[in-house]
T-cell receptor, first 110, second 115 residues
Framework: TQLLEQSPQFLSIQEGENLTVYCNSS?????LQWYRQEPGEGPVLLVT?????EVKKLKRLTFQFGDARKDSSLHITAAQPGDTGLYLC??????????FGQGTELSVKP | GAGVSQSPSNKVTEKGKDVELRCDPI?????LYWYRQSLGQGLEFLIY????????KSGLPSDRFSAERTGGSVSTLTIQRTQQEDSAVYLC?????????????FGQGTRLTVV
């Protein structure tokens, strides 16, 4: 079973601060996706990482895939209230089953 | 359609009643997923379909839960004899396939409340 562990579970910060959230597993990922979910909505894909050591940037968001492809991180620079939401990491195993971690609930206060 | 559509958006039911939740995936998407999400929690995998078949039903919590998909399109999740612990948001997603880089598109969910 490929279990995804996310940390921290909750994060409350002030506007302008930086933060990092983590996604870890004891198994090797073939690829990993990060989604963001706003209240009352379904999750929306932010990025997919595939190659060990890969770094992808999406404006103020930086995603990194560990060299061994067993972990990933999401770093947000100068967080804004619009970044508030639930951040989920997910992976699609060989059988096609798309599973997710328990999420990091981020609150950015003005 | 333009996106994944789920109905109803909200459902309040009495304990012991059966409920049916519907998901209309994006046209042409062969893979369809069902998840359950409790308040502030992540997504609990329930079942997924590739076409009309369900290769993995391991996430269904009990035999009160069942799902089907017909015509490679619409899917229905049925919960029989609902219990209060079934209260949650049920999310459906679809994707073009089940490849490693495939993006899943989610509906807005059905909020189920069992009273």
């Amino acid at each position: 079973t490929q279990l995804l562990e996310q940390s921290p579970q909750f994060l409350s910060i002030q506007e302008g601060e930086n933060l990092t959230v983590y996604c870890n597993s004891s198994s090797v990922f073939s690829s990993l996706q990060w989604y963001r979910q706003e209240p009352g909505e379904g999750p929306v894909l932010l990025v997919t990482v595939v190659t060990g050591g890969e770094v992808k940037k999406l404006k103020r968001l930086t995603f990194q895939f560990g060299d061994a492809r067993k972990d990933s991180s999401l770093h947000i620079t100068a967080a804004q209230p619009g970044d508030t939401g639930l951040y989920l990491c997910g992976t699609n195993n060989q059988g096609g089953k798309l599973i997710f971690g328990q999420g990091t609930e981020l609150s950015v206060k003005p | 359609g333009a996106g994944v559509s789920q109905s109803p958006s909200n459902k309040v039911t009495e304990k012991g009643k059966d409920v049916e939740l519907r998901c209309d995936p994006i046209s042409g998407h062969t893979a369809l997923y069902w998840y359950r999400q409790s308040l502030g929690q992540g997504l609990e995998f329930l079942i997924y379909f590739q076409g009309n078949s369900a290769p993995d039903k391991s996430g269904l919590p009990s035999d009160r839960f069942s799902a089907e998909r017909t015509g490679g399109s619409v899917s229905t999740l049925t919960i029989q004899r609902t219990q209060q612990e079934d209260s949650a948001v049920y999310l459906c997603a679809s994707s073009l396939g089940t490849g490693l880089n495939t993006e899943a598109f989610f509906g807005q969910g059905t909020r189920l409340t069992v009273v």
